[in-house]
């Protein structure tokens, strides 16, 4: 748990905020088990495009409700979510590595209402969240990483001016 | 109609949407990860331009599956474009037809409207706002947030967090503000 020893503790929570060096695995496992996550990002991002779900137009439909697809992609996806984890509370599933999965509590505060705002605006405007930014891109939209690149300085901005903020 | 043209027609979303929620249990089974895409960005800044920015000292490389996962989902959009791609337009509402045909939007062949996301219309107010005032929007509220529609939408509602109820909502609410209020003067441009 090296790692969390150089975040301050003024730190607004870093760990159950941002998903990050939570539970990851303790075991040592070899590099080459990172292309798993590869393969899974593959799958992710092939149905992203399928389903249409990083479709600027999609996005457009979702927030004038003109449209119910989107409402039903990200509502089932919660809903088996929801069940698996669930079931992995209720049966104490141990990850293949033999490692107990504790899910991070996240804990309140104003940045999920400021900064989700924030985030609302650019979905809307560039019709992407991070995932589909880079299937977007992947599928032949060069431009877009442009929209990267600047998401990238955006995450930096944020990490300069974090203490700043009203969290 | 064979296997391979079912795969390229677009998925409905009670296919695509279960596939999605079944990544939470996967990461979590294959690795003991939580679901989440933005923490990707700030791996990024912590590897490429940390700055004795206490937000972005961390072992990034302790991390590193999250960025294996974001190009995986780069080449499954290579992968999609080479082979299940669906060479019909996207079939979208009438309403927002005739909305965007009012800005010169009437290209609906590709993800983004090639008329708005391309290299020249970086030129153009219309485009230079939305690429990168957008990405910036995306990035910055992402983190300043503490999640994205996986990190927060998916996972954190899976796991029943009421602060990722409050961020979800607040998504949605920006969404419509942006998308009903603010984007028709954008587009006017």
Redesign the interface.
């Known amino acids: 748990m090296q790692q969390h020893s150089n975040i301050p503790e003024n730190d607004f929570e870093v760990r159950s905020l941002d998903a990050m060096c939570i539970n990851d695995e303790q075991v040592e496992t070899p590099s080459w088990h990172n292309l798993k996550y590869l393969l899974f990002g593959l799958v992710f991002g092939i149905v992203l495009i399928k389903a249409e779900v990083v479709s600027w137009f999609r996005i457009q439909e979702m927030f004038r409700l003109q449209s119910f697809h989107m409402f039903g992609v990200i509502g089932s996806a919660v809903v088996v979510g929801a069940i698996s984890v669930f079931i992995i509370k209720k049966f104490k599933i141990k990850s293949i590595q033999g490692e107990e999965i504790i899910l991070p509590e996240k804990s309140f505060n104003k940045g999920q209402i400021y900064g989700g705002l924030l985030f609302g605006f650019g979905w809307a405007m560039t019709g992407a969240c991070p995932g589909p930014l880079f299937a977007q891109l992947g599928y032949g939209a060069t431009a877009i990483s442009v929209t990267i690149l600047m998401a990238i300085v955006g995450t930096w901005v944020y990490g300069k001016f974090r203490e700043k903020l009203p969290h | 109609m064979s296997f391979i043209e079912l ?1 390229k027609q ?33 791996h ?2 912590a590897a490429c ?1 940390p ?1 004795k ?7 990034w490389k ?5 960025l ?14 080479l082979y ?1 791609k ?1 060479d019909a337009d ?1 079939v ?2 009438k ?2 037809i005739s ?2 045909s009012k800005y010169g939007i009437s290209d ?1 062949s ?4 090639a008329d ?4 020249a ?2 030129g153009t107010p219309r485009g230079l ?36 109820l ?15 209020l ?2 028709p003067f ?1 587009l006017s441009l």
Request: charged share 5%; hydrophobic share 55%; net charge neutral.
């Open positions: 795969v677009p998925w409905p979303w009670y296919v695509a949407g279960p596939i999605i929620g079944l990544m939470v249990p996967t990461l979590l089974i294959f690795g003991n990860k939580t679901f989440g895409i933005s923490s990707s960005l700030r990024v800044c331009m700055s920015i206490p937000f972005f000292q961390y072992d302790k991390e590193i599956w999250n294996f996962f974001v190009f995986g989902v780069f080449l499954g959009g290579i992968i999609t474009a299940f669906n996207i979208v509402s309403a927002l909305e965007l609906f590709g993800l983004v409207p708005l996301f391309n290299w219309s970086l706002i939305l690429m990168v005032l957008g990405g910036f929007m995306v990035g910055f509220g992402t983190r300043y947030a503490g999640g994205c529609t996986s990190g927060h939408a998916i996972m954190g509602l899976s796991n029943l967090q009421l602060p990722s409050v961020a979800t909502i607040s998504f949605m609410v920006g969404g419509f503000i942006m998308a009903n603010i984007l954008i």
